[in-house]
């Protein structure tokens, strides 16, 4: 992150419903023009972090600064932020130009202008000539694209997006994907994006704020957040994850010797919020970190093992092998260029790792 | 026996049901346009003049315009109220509100004769004096759980991220209820004045009670029926009454669907 004032920055945020703690003491930068994500499961929270920076709900305490002004009191109408609400909220008594020049209208800009600046909008999100339709002679996606032209026309200083994508089908919501993040790249605005869906959060943000519980659980960008999870959790929300029992055999600063069951003896970097129980560790391998070994091929680090359940995904086919030793079968994801479709269950297989692709993982739950 | 059985019963029953119900009010416009005094078979001829006469009483043109005042009073009154609290309880959670809700609806279902009577009796202990407007007051309670009915049922349909968007734009919270609210939950508005401009205009038993020296429509029929010559012009009046009701409730419903259709997109109402 450049060394500048943040765009947004969240001071112990917290806000209680009741004895519930929707949130609890949250503190976020974000940089400006960044596309930033708030990823979690239903009910950690992310919404209710947004809905605060867009102004339609208040901490219970703490304070949100944007672009360097307390706005924490400042309501929803007087803030610089414009929101892609997850139902799109098109009014349905007005047609396309009308809802996105709605904002407009209170600035008094003259009709030439105003137009200009519709007519903008909807080049910008490649609906021109669709002003004069009405919300409900539109498709999914185009709605989608008008509540976004109806935010970006206000110019805000930050674009918040509920769910964007949610209510689209696969393919048009891979499509709206690659969009978005060109229009934010064009625009330069700073996007904040909730979604429950990881590969979303992977795809588009430049970083992400993992959320459990009212809290976040880490930040980083996609590649670290997936590649290097701080808890079990994380690890476990962003994708598959094979979790394995290891031993702390030494420790130095933050670089711990793990021997990991049926891995060997690794050197990993100690995640902050770790502690070690009784020398146990969670360490974990993500299942595209493992490769079938095929004829003759060797690798410095192999372990052989059984396939016991498969499942095909066209493209890829995933794989479940028993190793002896280990309690769980590990699951490998294989594309399917070598064969990986044509192993059959109980057919004997070898396996290469890498251990740096091993991870130490804090895991307050762990026995 | 076989015949009987053979017999459809629904369809007689819908027709005696029709003839029961529609038949003597064909027999209004009819006996309107009759030369006989008496409203009885054989027609005698065909006349206007109880219609001309009609015209040129000024007691009941004057009764005409005290119920088009009083309905125009009360729907748009009970509409206001009813907005605000049907907004209210659909919206918010505050307590009271299962009681509150009660109160309002309580109307609908005590004897009107046993609530106009206690009006009457309160506000001559108050000592207001009976007029149109205690007419108006009391047709407004006696109004308002019908205009709840309908916009309760239009504002539960409404989404309420339309309104957080409105905010979020930039526009106040009067302007979004203005610009976005009304606009949206305009067919049930529209259905809450109808329904209780018709319940007034035709409602008889507080205006009876409640007004003073002068009377609406229904009260001014009901003091006629007593003189048998009078009859034919007060066909004549509800012919016509009962005409404009018709073209009134036909021109509401069409311009309720049209706004309605405006507004069946994903998102606003039965979203």
């Known amino acids: 992150m450049p060394d500048v004032k943040p765009m947004i920055e969240i001071r112990n945020v917290s806000r209680h419903f009741g004895t519930f703690r929707a949130l609890d003491q949250i503190n976020l930068d974000v940089a400006a023009g960044e596309f930033f994500s708030l990823l979690g499961p239903s009910g950690c929270g992310k919404t209710t972090l947004l ?12 304070t949100i600064s944007i672009d360097g002004a307390d706005c924490t009191e ?3 109408n007087q803030r610089p932020t414009n929101m892609v609400f997850q139902s799109y909220a098109i009014f349905p008594h007005l047609n396309v130009a009308e809802n996105v020049a709605y904002g407009l209208k209170r600035m008094r800009l003259g009709r030439v202008e105003e137009a200009r600046r519709v007519d903008e909008a909807l080049e910008m999100v490649r609906l021109p000539g669709f002003g004069a339709r009405k919300g409900n002679e539109l498709s ?46 064009s625009v330069g605005i700073t996007f ?26 880490q930040v980083a960008s996609p590649m670290e957040i997936y590649q290097r999870p701080t808890t079990r959790k994380v690890a476990d929300f962003l994708g598959g994850m094979n979790f394995l029992r290891g031993r702390i055999a030494a420790e130095a600063g933050a670089a711990l010797t793990v021997e990991t069951e049926r891995f060997g003896t690794a050197t990993l970097t100690k995640p902050p919020g770790f502690t070690a129980s009784g020398g146990r560790a969670t360490v974990g391998i993500r299942p595209e970190r493992l490769r079938v070994l095929w004829d003759g091929e060797r690798a410095e680090h192999e372990l052989t ?6 499942a095909y995904f066209g493209e890829t086919t995933s794989l479940s092998v028993a190793i002896d030793g280990l309690e769980a079968p590990l699951s490998i994801v294989e594309t399917n260029t070598f064969g990986a479709d044509e192993l059959n269950i109980g057919a004997e297989v070898r396996l290469a790792f890498d251990p740096e692709a091993l991870v130490l993982m804090a895991d307050p739950d762990a026995r | 026996m076989r015949l009987l059985s053979r017999i459809r019963w629904l369809p007689v029953y819908l027709g005696a049901f029709m003839v029961f119900l529609y038949f003597p009010i064909l027999l209004l416009p009819l006996f309107s346009f ?77 004897p009107e004769i046993i609530v106009a009577v206690s009006m009457l ?21 006696f109004c308002l759980p019908y205009s709840m009915s309908v916009l309760i049922a239009g504002f539960e349909g409404f989404d309420r991220s339309l309104e957080e968007a409105s905010l979020d734009l930039g526009e106040t919270a009067m302007g979004t209820f203005r610009r976005v609210t009304l606009p949206v939950v305009a067919p049930a508005i529209l259905s809450s004045l109808l329904v209780s401009f018709t319940i007034s205009l035709d409602e008889f038993l507080l205006a009876f009670f409640l007004s003073g020296t002068e009377t609406t429509l229904p009260v001014y029929i009901w003091g006629q029926l007593r003189f048998a010559a009078k009859l034919p012009e007060v066909l004549a009046l509800g012919s016509l009454m009962m005409t404009a009701s018709v073209i009134l409730l036909t021109v509401a419903e069409i311009v309720r669907r049209r706004a309605e259709k405006r507004v069946m997109a994903r998102g606003g109402p039965n979203a």
């Open chain 1, 51 to 62: 809905r605060m920076l867009a102004g339609l709900d208040t901490p219970t305490s703490g």
């Open chain 1, 74 to 76: 400042v309501r929803a």
């Open chain 2, 121 to 141: 009796l309160v506000l001559l202990q108050i000592g207001i004096q009976l007029s149109l407007l205690t007419v108006i007051l009391g047709q407004i309670v």
């Open chain 1, 305 to 310: 093992g059984r396939i016991a359940n498969r």
């Open chain 2, 34 to 110: 009759n030369t006989g005094v008496v409203a009885a078979f054989p027609l005698k001829g065909f006349t206007t003049r109880w219609y001309v006469q009609l015209f040129d009483n000024q007691v009941m043109l004057g009764a005409a315009w005290n119920s088009l005042m009083v309905g125009l009073a009360v729907s748009i009154t009970s509409t206001v109220l009813a907005i605000c609290a049907a907004r209210a309880i659909t919206r918010y959670k505050f307590p009271g509100q299962k009681p509150a809700t009660g109160l309002i609806m309580a109307p609908l279902f005590l």
């Open chain 1, 140 to 185: 999914g996606g185009q709605r989608q694209r008008v509540a976004l032209a109806r935010a970006l026309v206000m110019r805000p200083k930050v674009l918040l997006l509920d769910e964007p994508l949610s209510a689209l089908d696969k393919k048009l919501r891979e499509e709206m994907q690659t969009e978005l993040r060109t229009l934010q790249q």
């Open chain 1, 192 to 217: 904040v994006l909730v979604t429950h869906d990881q590969y979303e959060a992977l795809a588009l943000s430049d970083r992400i704020a993992v959320m459990f519980g009212g809290q976040i659980a």
